[in-house]
């Protein structure tokens, strides 16, 4: 197994390992000990089906059944699996990804890590970006530090970009689906005992205890400074790549820069993670 860095700040390319079939203890340790070190792992070029995307991601751990997603987008055969993909569903255009955040922060138990898999790529275009909010949250002063170490935020789904032209009916049914959430604005990755800001301009609405024009100036200054290019890996894709990222210390984003209606198509998996964070009290 070769195992080279991709970026300054996250990012490792895995050589000379077949994720198509089972792995050893051997193989399994230095990949998760690579995770840990890179927080981004590319397995370069090997074409996955649903069952074997499954397979390995189980290496990493317990896999999520997505029952808080809508059905259309889960696999029919396989609820562990995900399709990333744009589709219209009851005249709702679904479109994933396509502003910073972590999986599943919405919810009480939000991913550890997740499995992308690619399967049709649009001729350009389609990268997806990755930042570590590891090295965001490290990078910043010690009085900002001392600051929002116990601050906590509102992570709501309906806060996207992608959200604000939905019909109140629409919004209703994203509500009731994920109700907000909320989350620590610092949290340790449990793996390394590291700190991670765990903000994203997605999910998250508001800061707990301060005023709107308070919490709109402290986290419009964290989502600049969490997402500066030094922090960030490019991912540029390839048929049959597969990318296992670390959830709980990066934010990811899909580039929406390929025509419509040119496909892009993708299986994900996620990673079972721990507890965490409350459900909001109107």
């Known amino acids: 197994m070769k195992i080279t860095p991709l970026a300054s700040a996250l990012g490792a390319q895995i050589d000379g390992l077949d994720i198509a079939h089972p792995l050893s203890d051997i193989q399994r340790n230095e990949l998760l000990e690579a995770?840990?070190?890179?927080?981004?792992?590319?397995?370069?070029?090997?074409p996955?089906?649903?069952?074997?995307?499954?397979?390995?991601?189980?290496?990493?751990?317990?896999?999520?059944?997505?029952?808080?997603?809508?059905?259309?987008?889960?696999?029919?055969?396989?609820?562990?699996?995900?399709?990333?993909?744009?589709?219209?569903?009851?005249?709702?255009?679904i479109?994933?990804?396509?502003?910073?955040?972590?999986?599943?922060?919405?919810?009480?138990?939000?991913?550890?890590?997740?499995?992308?898999?690619?399967?049709?790529?649009?001729?350009?275009?389609?990268?997806?970006?990755?930042?570590?909010m590891e090295l965001a949250y490290q990078t910043l002063s010690p009085t900002m530090k001392r600051l929002i170490d116990d601050l906590e935020v509102i992570h709501d789904l309906g806060n996207g970009k992608s959200h604000r032209n939905k019909t109140p009916e629409q919004k209703a049914a994203v509500r009731k689906r994920n109700p907000p959430v909320v989350q620590p604005m610092v949290r340790v990755n449990p793996?390394?005992?590291?700190?991670?800001?765990?903000?994203?301009e997605w999910m998250c609405r508001r800061i707990v205890g301060m005023s709107e024009d308070e919490s709109e100036s402290?986290?419009?200054?964290?989502?600049?400074?969490?997402?500066?290019?030094?922090?960030?890996?490019?991912?540029?894709?390839?048929?049959?790549?597969?990318?296992?990222?670390?959830?709980?210390?990066?934010?990811?984003?899909?580039?929406?820069?390929?025509?419509s209606g040119v496909p892009r198509e993708m299986i994900r998996t996620s990673i079972l993670g721990q507890a965490s964070g409350r459900f909001l009290e109107d």
């Open 191 to 200: 793996d390394t005992g590291k700190k991670a800001l765990f903000v994203s």
């Open 35 to 46: 995770w840990r070190q890179h927080l981004v792992l590319r397995f370069r070029g090997t």
């Open 95 to 132: 479109i994933f990804g396509q502003q910073w955040h972590a999986d599943l922060t919405y919810t009480l138990r939000p991913a550890k890590g997740a499995c992308l898999h690619s399967v049709v790529l649009p001729p350009i275009g389609g990268d997806t970006l990755f930042t570590n």
């Open 48 to 93: 996955l089906t649903p069952e074997q995307l499954i397979a390995f991601s189980k290496n990493f751990g317990q896999l999520e059944q997505h029952s808080n997603y809508q059905a259309e987008v889960v696999h029919p055969e396989h609820p562990e699996v995900l399709m990333i993909r744009a589709t219209n569903i009851r005249g709702e255009r």
């Open 218 to 259: 402290l986290l419009s200054f964290l989502f600049r400074h969490c997402t500066q290019p030094e922090f960030q890996f490019r991912q540029s894709w390839n048929v049959g790549d597969t990318i296992l990222w670390d959830n709980r210390s990066t934010l990811h984003m899909a580039l929406a820069d390929y025509p």
